[in-house]
């Protein structure tokens, strides 16, 4: 283990940026969102950012391939590129979690994203625990531990004047090797943080669930919702897109874009049929999606306990109380 | 609990018993003291649901339009805002005032909930009013069928168009960059709109594919979006500021609906959307005298 | 594993560019496009399977592969929206976008060494012909093999050649065709296609049945089957879902926790039976 006086943070981040590039979480014009690391930036470590840093790995607007047309020919070049290795540093446990959840989306079932591949194995992530949840945190509900992210490949956590780092990849050892001039040896333990306030019941949710997608509940649960995509736009673990083109002229681009099952036009198919019409049946999309159907699929939860979506929701459509409304759900 | 809520819950309470409304739209308490959330109550057993509180920031006249079509009427709860919301749906002809009962409540104005948040429940007295709050111009209802408590006075509230006083100082330049900015942090999200009373066109012209705006969030695209919006309401707007509180970015919405509001006043007179559903649309019709200062 | 016979490149999302090389008018707003690419066929599909079009400058859209020759794939594609209007308007020699196969395809297995019945309506014929064709081309594989199929009118009816010509040659083989609405020249059935299903009333016995059409046809056919006592088991159809990536990965074709992309199209009854009500 190492450890990292809080003093010298700045340095220590300067010495890193020099050598590979580093995101951190800033605040930046009235709002929070990693972003790359410069002296001036300003630093956001006592709370999660609002924009997750999955726009990193996958980014809300992502070219795809060029175009060239002309007359009746047509021809097309992919624009993935593999970006040079880069740090995503101050991560939170609960999204590094949403990454394990992302890979499986985009990694497995037979294909492979390559734009979001690229992204995440050029991607180091040294996580920051957190040693005081807050109030809208529920990770440890999904079994996620705030001051832990073993998925990381540096676990990091504050201890009074000090930040301890522990090296838990290859790639992390490494990383903290080349740093080793910032760094002293500290022997010990990783310090555990505190646990969550709120907390929902989760074992045996999916379970509970499987029956429930006809119950009346859904049409009181959509009622307030006001089929903004802002729930699932915070959200780390949402990964629904649309493919789109930009033509000007003989050339273009394909590009990605997040889409979300909030929206009407999500489902609207060409010949107009749409087999989720109106909000309660996008609502119960959206939470069946993470309550019960990522888990049938991928063995994991769709939800990381984050809680963006409980602090952005214009009409606090909280997801830790509908879990509450669906558990009374005979 | 307080006397108004009390108050409130017995009328929900008669309405429902007597059926002469099939459901009462108002708030209850979310997840945090600083959370008050729409609900909808159609039981009267259900009305120890609703309360009335100091976070009840959330306009409800929106809600009202997923009820349009539904047989009989709904009643909801309306402040000063919620109220002009109303009037705004009936003049654009989106909801029938004769389907709805309307129990005003005059608003002392409603906190800050982040910065509520922010200080803790011991210190939340301290947390300013939300920002449309600071600078309402209606807090009693403009339109009901029946008023609980006391008119309120508009007092110590700033001017609405001072925050815009600032802006107007800016060269061109500084206001291509803040504005840029500001819209840079777009997510394109779109509850600023989906939370609006005078956004109620059946069919949005962001939601026509990409017939006249691309879905990649960009520069171009975002700041095109939120002028096109503003624009839209522009003279329907009924300065809510659901939009800017709804804003998960925090983008000063505002700041462009009352400068227009602004223009609008200097233009053709001094008008403020959602007072009288019947009176012309400042927008609406024209005037051979009108200026034409934009020729 | 995934099911893609081993041609896509590393990057499923990026199309190989081939050629319209035949354009066959089936009805007014129906036309098959037969598609190649430098390297010969883009793909090898199984029947069922699906394949991404596009015109690189407009749009993709997905669409079954209604069969292929040893060079070639053929997209029967009805005008519904703007890309299939521009589809509509090429000529042969159009560059075209594809990427695939995407999709489950038909369960093979399960049709083998039984007799089949197929029942299509309108352009839901398109992925019915590519298990028709293949179990002609295998025909030792399957028994008795009974096509129905109707459409609005006599000219909404595709794939006449086949209807009338290729199919009905096969050995074993009958084909009954239904319109909704006849004309002067029409001498054949007329009525719509789950009365014609059971006046003809095929038997269950060691038989599977596949079904694709407009839902409310496919609604009654299914109705019609029960009555003739079929068993859900017995029943394959194709459900339609909007799609972006066919990869599984953009979201949108999910019906509770299988997507159409992967694990569909083709579902059989009894596994429909167990999924949320919401295509
Ligand atoms: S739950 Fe809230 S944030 Fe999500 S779409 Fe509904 S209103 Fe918007
Ligand atoms: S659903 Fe909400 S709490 Fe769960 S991961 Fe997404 S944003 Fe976070
Ligand atoms: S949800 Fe858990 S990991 Fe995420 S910020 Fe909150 S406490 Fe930390
Ligand atoms: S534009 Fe904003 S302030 Fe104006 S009516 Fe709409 S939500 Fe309210
Ligand atoms: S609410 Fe804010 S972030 Fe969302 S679309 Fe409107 S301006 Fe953009
Ligand atoms: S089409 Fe994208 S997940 Fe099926």
């Given at each position: 283990?190492?450890?990292?006086?809080?003093?010298?943070?700045?340095?220590?981040?300067?010495?890193?940026?020099?050598?590979?590039?580093?995101?951190?979480?800033?605040?930046?014009?009235?709002?929070?969102?990693?972003?790359?690391?410069?002296?001036?930036?300003?630093?956001?470590?006592?709370?999660?950012?609002?924009?997750?840093?999955?726009?990193?790995?996958?980014?809300?607007?992502?070219?795809?391939?060029?175009?060239?047309?002309?007359?009746?020919?047509?021809?097309?070049?992919?624009?993935?590129?593999?970006?040079?290795?880069?740090?995503?540093?101050?991560?939170?446990?609960?999204?590094?979690?949403?990454?394990?959840?992302?890979?499986?989306?985009?990694?497995?079932?037979?294909?492979?994203?390559?734009?979001?591949?690229?992204?995440?194995?050029?991607?180091?992530?040294?996580?920051?625990?957190?040693?005081?949840?807050?109030?809208?945190?529920?990770?440890?509900?999904?079994?996620?531990?705030?001051?832990?992210?073993?998925?990381?490949?540096?676990?990091?956590?504050?201890?009074?004047?000090?930040?301890?780092?522990?090296?838990?990849?290859?790639?992390?050892?490494?990383?903290?090797?080349?740093?080793?001039?910032?760094?002293?040896?500290?022997?010990?333990?990783?310090?555990?943080?505190?646990?969550?306030?709120?907390?929902?019941?989760?074992?045996?949710?999916?379970?509970?669930?499987?029956?429930?997608?006809?119950?009346?509940?859904?049409?009181?649960?959509?009622?307030?919702?006001?089929?903004?995509?802002?729930?699932?736009?915070?959200?780390?673990?949402?990964?629904?897109?649309?493919?789109?083109?930009?033509?000007?002229?003989?050339?273009?681009?394909?590009?990605?874009?997040?889409?979300?099952?909030?929206?009407?036009?999500?489902?609207?198919?060409?010949?107009?049929?749409?087999?989720?019409?109106?909000?309660?049946?996008?609502?119960?999309q959206r939470f069946l999606h993470k309550l019960q159907y990522i888990p049938e699929r991928y063995q994991e939860l769709g939800c990381v306990g984050c809680g963006r979506c409980i602090k952005k929701c214009p009409v606090n459509l909280d997801i830790t109380r509908v879990i509450n409304q669906l558990w009374e759900v005979e | 609990?307080?006397?108004?809520?009390?108050?409130?819950?017995?009328?929900?309470?008669?309405?429902?018993?007597?059926?002469?409304?099939?459901?009462?739209?108002?708030?209850?308490?979310?997840?945090?003291?600083?959370?008050?959330?729409?609900?909808?109550?159609?039981?009267?057993?259900?009305?120890?649901r609703l309360i009335w509180d100091e976070y009840c920031a959330v306009n409800l006249a929106k809600l009202l339009m997923d009820y349009r079509h539904v047989e009989g009427k709904v009643a909801l709860f309306v402040k000063g805002c919620d109220a002009r919301g109303i009037n705004r749906l009936i003049q654009d002809k989106v909801?029938?005032?004769?389907?709805?009962?309307?129990?005003?409540?005059?608003?002392?104005?409603?906190?800050?909930?982040?910065?509520?948040?922010?200080?803790?429940?011991?210190?939340?007295?301290?947390?300013?009013?939300?920002?449309?709050?600071?600078?309402?111009?209606?807090?009693?209802?403009?339109?009901?069928?029946?008023?609980?408590?006391?008119?309120?006075?508009?007092?110590?509230?700033?001017?609405?168009?001072?925050?815009?006083?600032?802006?107007?100082?800016?060269?061109?330049?500084?206001?291509?960059?803040?504005?840029?900015?500001?819209?840079?942090?777009?997510?394109?999200?779109?509850?600023?709109?989906?939370?609006?009373?005078?956004?109620?066109?059946?069919?949005?012209?962001?939601?026509?594919?990409?017939?006249?705006?691309?879905?990649?969030?960009?520069?171009?695209?975002?700041?095109?979006?939120?002028?096109?919006?503003?624009?839209?309401?522009?003279?329907?707007?009924?300065?809510?500021?659901?939009?800017?509180?709804?804003?998960?970015?925090?983008?000063?919405?505002?700041?462009?609906?009352?400068?227009?509001?602004?223009?609008?006043?200097?233009?053709?007179?001094?008008?403020?959307?959602?007072?009288?559903?019947?009176?012309?649309?400042?927008?609406?019709?024209?005037?051979?005298?009108?200026?034409?200062?934009?020729? | 594993?995934?099911?893609?016979?081993?041609?896509?490149?590393?990057?499923?999302?990026?199309?190989?560019?081939?050629?319209?090389?035949?354009?066959?008018?089936?009805?007014?707003?129906?036309?098959?496009?037969?598609?190649?690419?430098?390297?010969?066929?883009?793909?090898?599909?199984?029947?069922?399977?699906?394949?991404?079009?596009?015109?690189?400058?407009?749009?993709?859209?997905?669409?079954?592969?209604?069969?292929?020759?040893?060079?070639?794939?053929?997209?029967?594609?009805?005008?519904?929206?703007?890309?299939?209007?521009?589809?509509?308007?090429?000529?042969?020699?159009?560059?075209?976008?594809?990427?695939?196969?995407?999709?489950?395809?038909?369960?093979?297995?399960?049709?083998?060494?039984?007799?089949?019945?197929?029942?299509?309506?309108?352009?839901?014929?398109?992925?019915?012909?590519?298990?028709?064709?293949?179990?002609?081309?295998?025909?030792?594989?399957?028994?008795?093999?009974?096509?129905?199929?109707?459409?609005?009118?006599?000219?909404?009816?595709?794939?006449?050649?086949?209807?009338?010509?290729?199919?009905?040659?096969?050995?074993?083989?009958?084909?009954?065709?239904?319109?909704?609405?006849?004309?002067?020249?029409?001498?054949?059935?007329?009525?719509?296609?789950?009365?014609?299903?059971?006046?003809?009333?095929?038997?269950?016995?060691?038989?599977?049945?596949?079904?694709?059409?407009?839902?409310?046809?496919?609604?009654?056919?299914?109705?019609?089957?029960?009555?003739?006592?079929?068993?859900?088991?017995?029943?394959?159809?194709?459900?339609?879902?909007?799609?972006?990536?066919?990869?599984?990965?953009?979201?949108?074709?999910?019906?509770?926790?299988?997507?159409?992309?992967?694990?569909?199209?083709?579902?059989?009854?009894?596994?429909?039976?167990?999924?949320?009500?919401?295509?």
């Amino acid at each position: 283990m190492k450890s990292l006086s809080k003093a010298n943070l700045s340095q220590f981040l300067e010495t890193m940026n020099s050598k590979v590039r580093v995101y951190v979480p800033v605040e930046q014009d009235g709002v929070s969102r990693f972003a790359p690391w410069s002296q001036d930036c300003q630093l956001v470590l006592d709370r999660n950012t609002i924009n997750p840093p999955k726009r990193l790995f996958f980014p809300q607007t992502e070219e795809l391939y060029e175009y060239q047309v002309d007359k009746q020919d047509a021809s097309v070049k992919s624009l993935a590129v593999k970006p040079e290795p880069f740090v995503v540093f101050g991560m939170r446990p609960c999204d590094v979690q949403s990454l394990k959840l992302l890979d499986d989306v985009f990694l497995t079932k037979g294909y492979e994203d390559i734009y979001y591949k690229q992204k995440r194995e050029q991607g180091i992530v040294i996580s920051l625990g957190c040693p005081e949840p807050e109030e809208t945190c529920f990770c440890d509900s999904w079994g996620v531990n705030p001051a832990r992210a073993p998925l990381a490949d540096i676990m990091m956590i504050e201890s009074e004047d000090k930040y301890l780092l522990e090296a838990q990849t290859e790639a992390g050892e490494k990383l903290l090797a080349d740093l080793s001039g910032q760094l002293t040896d500290q022997s010990g333990e990783l310090p555990e943080g505190k646990p969550c306030s709120l907390k929902v019941k989760n074992e045996g949710l999916m379970e509970h669930l499987q029956p429930k997608f006809e119950d009346p509940v859904w049409a009181e649960i959509c009622r307030k919702c006001i089929n903004c995509g802002t729930c699932t736009y915070l959200c780390p673990t949402c990964y629904c897109f649309d493919i789109l083109n930009r033509t000007r002229g003989k050339q273009g681009v394909k590009y990605r874009c997040y889409d979300s099952c909030m929206y009407p036009e999500y489902t609207l198919m060409a010949g107009g049929h749409n087999p989720r019409p109106t909000k309660k049946e996008r609502v119960r999309q959206r939470f069946l999606h993470k309550l019960q159907y990522i888990p049938e699929r991928y063995q994991e939860l769709g939800c990381v306990g984050c809680g963006r979506c409980i602090k952005k929701c214009p009409v606090n459509l909280d997801i830790t109380r509908v879990i509450n409304q669906l558990w009374e759900v005979e | 609990m307080n006397a108004q809520t009390a108050k409130i819950r017995e009328i929900a309470k008669e309405l429902l018993e007597k059926q002469e409304v099939q459901m009462v739209i108002g708030w209850e308490k979310g997840t945090f003291f600083y959370n008050s959330t729409p609900v909808f109550i159609t039981k009267p057993e259900d009305v120890e649901r609703l309360i009335w509180d100091e976070y009840c920031a959330v306009n409800l006249a929106k809600l009202l339009m997923d009820y349009r079509h539904v047989e009989g009427k709904v009643a909801l709860f309306v402040k000063g805002c919620d109220a002009r919301g109303i009037n705004r749906l009936i003049q654009d002809k989106v909801i029938d005032r004769g389907k709805t009962y309307l129990i005003g409540l005059p608003c002392p104005g409603m906190k800050d909930a982040g910065k509520a948040a922010e200080l803790g429940k011991d210190k939340a007295g301290e947390a300013p009013l939300e920002a449309k709050c600071l600078r309402c111009t209606h807090p009693n209802p403009v339109v009901y069928d029946v008023l609980v408590g006391e008119e309120v006075p508009v007092t110590g509230k700033e001017d609405r168009f001072a925050r815009i006083a600032d802006l107007e100082k800016m060269s061109p330049d500084e206001k291509f960059e803040y504005w840029s900015k500001q819209y840079d942090k777009c997510i394109r999200c779109y509850a600023c709109r989906n939370v609006c009373p005078a956004c109620n066109c059946r069919e949005c012209v962001f939601d026509q594919g990409q017939t006249w705006l691309e879905r990649a969030v960009e520069r171009g695209g975002n700041q095109f979006y939120g002028l096109v919006r503003a624009f839209h309401v522009a003279g329907r707007c009924i300065e809510c500021g659901e939009c800017e509180r709804a804003c998960p970015m925090d983008i000063p919405i505002m700041d462009l609906h009352h400068k227009i509001a602004k223009d609008i006043n200097e233009l053709f007179g001094d008008y403020e959307a959602g007072l009288d559903p019947e009176g012309p649309l400042p927008l609406g019709m024209y005037k051979t005298e009108d200026p034409e200062e934009f020729m | 594993m995934c099911n893609c016979n081993g041609s896509h490149n590393d990057n499923p999302l990026l199309p190989v560019v081939g050629k319209i090389i035949k354009i066959v008018e089936e009805t007014p707003d129906v036309k098959t496009f037969h598609v190649t690419s430098e390297n010969g066929k883009p793909f090898t599909p199984m029947p069922g399977q699906l394949g991404m079009v596009s015109i690189v400058d407009v749009g993709e859209a997905m669409f079954s592969v209604t069969t292929q020759g040893p060079e070639h794939l053929e997209f029967a594609i009805k005008r519904v929206g703007t890309l299939t209007d521009v589809l509509h308007e090429a000529e042969v020699g159009q560059s075209i976008g594809v990427r695939g196969p995407y999709g489950n395809g038909f369960p093979i297995d399960l049709f083998k060494g039984k007799d089949v019945l197929f029942i299509g309506g309108g352009i839901g014929l398109a992925p019915v012909r590519s298990m028709i064709n293949y179990c002609i081309e295998n025909r030792d594989d399957f028994g008795k093999l009974t096509i129905i199929y109707g459409a609005r009118s006599p000219e909404d009816l595709c794939f006449k050649d086949d209807l009338f010509e290729n199919w009905p040659k096969v050995r074993d083989t009958e084909v009954h065709v239904t319109v909704d609405k006849g004309d002067d020249n029409w001498k054949g059935n007329v009525g719509f296609v789950p009365a014609f299903l059971e006046q003809i009333n095929p038997s269950p016995e060691n038989t599977i049945a596949l079904t694709c059409g407009p839902p409310i046809m496919i609604k009654f056919v299914l109705q019609s089957l029960a009555k003739m006592n079929f068993q859900p088991e017995q029943i394959v159809t194709t459900l339609e879902m909007r799609m972006k990536c066919g990869i599984g990965k953009c979201g949108r074709c999910n019906i509770g926790s299988k997507f159409v992309c992967l694990d569909g199209p083709v579902f059989t009854l009894a596994e429909l039976n167990q999924m949320p009500n919401e295509y």
